[in-house]
């Protein structure tokens, strides 16, 4: 088949042909533009989670897709460990209020300049450009300090998109690598946000690992309840299936019923995986026709592709006293979360706390994650089946 026209797009925060499995979400979020759009009236901010390669950033990139045709303002962005959370955020969200200024009544938005022009001088962001020559705002987000100077800017954001008859939508990708005092800082504003009455037009949904919603609570202790927490998982076999057929179907292909079976079973509902062993059995296949063994060396193509790129880095990152406690994770827990009492018993360790430093590196590393206290889980679906095929 001709590679030109291979449907299949597997790679960070590439968008699939079909979204499948998240219909549920895109119905919510309906809701929520609708809410904002029809009647100005904001709703509780979203926090999304998921492991790797499910699909986080790609959904974001579609929030903002739909923002951006309603006229909204938005502002996108990731962390970056050793970047300040303040400095990213200013940066994308100026770039937010160029194009609303080629929008709107520009008089509409010089309150808004001038709060945010007061945040970036008071934080010491450097210059961030606008093209207007806007003095800042005296007493608003001048403070110097994080949480009340992003506060001031968030509610003056909200309020001058209800005057414009918009909503305001912030993305924040990785935000499980900000640190706490700017976990704290995004929820004291929303929480502002979320205090007036109606709720200013404003929407935040942060993304990240599963170990977010908890890095969130100790940051504040009414993050719980401040969030909306939805979580983007493996796809099931029917929205799996969907994602491998339709894009074949809809350039004149076709799966025969053994060969889907055979990917469907490598990829387990894996979405990134399922867009790479699509991409293969494409690429590989002399006809329009997908036959079993199409299938099989796909999959045995795009197993090899995973491994040397996305475990093997990972797997490349690790000191040999990480890889211990590694090995110990994927011969346990078969992918699944572990206890880490039951780690230590495996490696013949005395106690938990014998593993703590291996288990903190790891976890700053992006490799692990705590879905619960006192448990261990891969950040990424199928490395298990990795570090088993090292020894």
Same mark, same amino acid.
């Given at each position: 088949?001709?590679?030109?026209?291979?449907?299949?797009?597997?790679?960070?925060?590439?968008?699939?042909?079909?979204?499948?499995?998240?219909?549920?979400l895109?119905?919510?979020?309906d809701?929520?533009?609708?809410? #904002?759009?029809?009647?100005g009236?904001?709703?509780?901010?979203?926090?999304?989670?998921?492991?790797?390669?499910v699909?986080?950033?790609?959904? #974001?990139?579609?929030?903002?897709?739909?923002?951006?045709?309603?006229?909204?303002?938005?502002?996108?962005?990731?962390?970056r460990?050793?970047?300040?959370?303040?400095?990213?955020?200013?940066?994308?969200?100026a770039?937010?209020l =160029?194009q609303?200024?080629?929008?709107?009544?520009?008089?509409k938005?010089?309150? *808004?300049?001038?709060?945010?022009?007061?945040?970036?001088m008071?934080?010491?962001?450097?210059?961030?450009?606008l093209?207007?020559?806007?003095?800042?705002?005296?007493?608003?987000?001048?403070?110097?300090?994080?949480?009340?100077?992003?506060?001031?800017?968030?509610?003056?954001?909200?309020?001058?998109? =209800?005057?414009?008859?918009?909503?305001?939508? #912030?993305?924040?990708?990785?935000?499980?690598?900000?640190? +706490?005092?700017?976990?704290?800082?995004?929820?004291?504003?929303?929480?502002q946000?979320?205090?007036?009455?109606?709720?200013?037009?404003?929407? *935040?949904?942060? +993304?990240?690992?599963?170990? &977010?919603?908890?890095?969130?609570?100790?940051?504040?202790?009414?993050?719980?309840?401040?969030?909306?927490?939805?979580?983007?998982?493996?796809?099931?076999?029917?929205?799996?299936?969907?994602?491998?057929?339709?894009?074949?179907i809809?350039?004149?292909?076709?799966?025969?019923?053994?060969?889907?079976?055979?990917?469907?079973?490598?990829?387990?509902?894996?979405?990134?995986?399922?867009?790479?062993?699509?991409?293969?059995?494409?690429?590989?296949?002399?006809?329009?026709?997908?036959?079993?063994?199409? +299938?099989?060396?796909?999959?045995?193509?795009?197993?090899?592709?995973?491994?040397?790129?996305?475990?093997?880095s990972?797997?490349?990152?690790?000191?040999?006293?990480?890889?211990?406690?590694?090995?110990?994770?994927?011969?346990?827990?078969?992918?699944?979360?572990?206890?880490?009492?039951?780690?230590?018993?495996?490696?013949?360790?005395?106690s938990?706390s014998? &593993?703590?430093?291996?288990?903190?590196?790891? #976890?700053?590393?992006?490799?692990?994650?705590?879905?619960?206290?006192?448990?261990?889980?891969?950040?990424?679906?199928?490395?298990?089946?990795?570090?088993?095929?090292?020894?």
């Amino acid at each position: 088949m001709d590679p030109v026209h291979n449907p299949f797009k597997p790679g960070a925060g590439l968008r699939p042909p079909i979204l499948a499995g998240r219909d549920s979400l895109f119905g919510d979020f309906d809701i929520v533009r609708r809410r #904002i759009t029809e009647l100005g009236e904001g709703d509780r901010s979203w926090v999304l989670t998921g492991l790797r390669g499910v699909g986080k950033t790609v959904f #974001i990139g579609e929030l903002e897709r739909i923002a951006l045709n309603e006229g909204w303002i938005v502002a996108k962005m990731e962390v970056r460990k050793g970047h300040p959370l303040a400095a990213e955020l200013a940066s994308t969200l100026a770039s937010g209020l =160029r194009q609303a200024s080629g929008r709107f009544d520009r008089a509409k938005l010089a309150r *808004l300049m001038g709060v945010f022009k007061s945040f970036t001088m008071s934080l010491n962001l450097g210059v961030v450009k606008l093209d207007l020559d806007i003095a800042p705002a005296a007493g608003y987000a001048d403070s110097g300090r994080l949480a009340p100077d992003l506060t001031d800017l968030f509610v003056e954001l909200g309020q001058t998109a =209800r005057e414009l008859g918009v909503g305001a939508l #912030i993305l924040i990708d990785e935000l499980q690598d900000a640190t +706490a005092e700017e976990m704290a800082a995004v929820s004291t504003a929303v929480h502002q946000i979320s205090q007036s009455s109606p709720v200013l037009p404003l929407f *935040l949904v942060g +993304a990240g690992l599963p170990s &977010l919603p908890s890095q969130l609570a100790i940051a504040n202790s009414y993050a719980e309840r401040l969030y909306q927490f939805r979580r983007l998982s493996t796809l099931g076999e029917s929205d799996s299936r969907a994602a491998l057929v339709q894009p074949v179907i809809e350039r004149n292909a076709e799966w025969d019923v053994a060969a889907l079976q055979v990917a469907l079973d490598a990829a387990n509902g894996y979405p990134y995986f399922l867009q790479e062993v699509g991409k293969a059995v494409w690429n590989f296949a002399p006809g329009p026709r997908f036959r079993l063994e199409d +299938a099989r060396v796909g999959v045995d193509i795009a197993r090899d592709e995973v491994n040397s790129g996305l475990y093997q880095s990972r797997w490349d990152r690790a000191t040999p006293a990480q890889r211990d406690l590694l090995r110990a994770l994927a011969s346990k827990g078969d992918g699944d979360g572990v206890v880490v009492r039951d780690l230590a018993r495996a490696m013949g360790r005395s106690s938990a706390s014998a &593993l703590s430093v291996p288990r903190d590196e790891l #976890i700053k590393k992006g490799l692990v994650y705590a879905p619960e206290r006192g448990v261990l889980a891969f950040t990424v679906p199928g490395f298990h089946q990795f570090i088993q095929a090292q020894d």
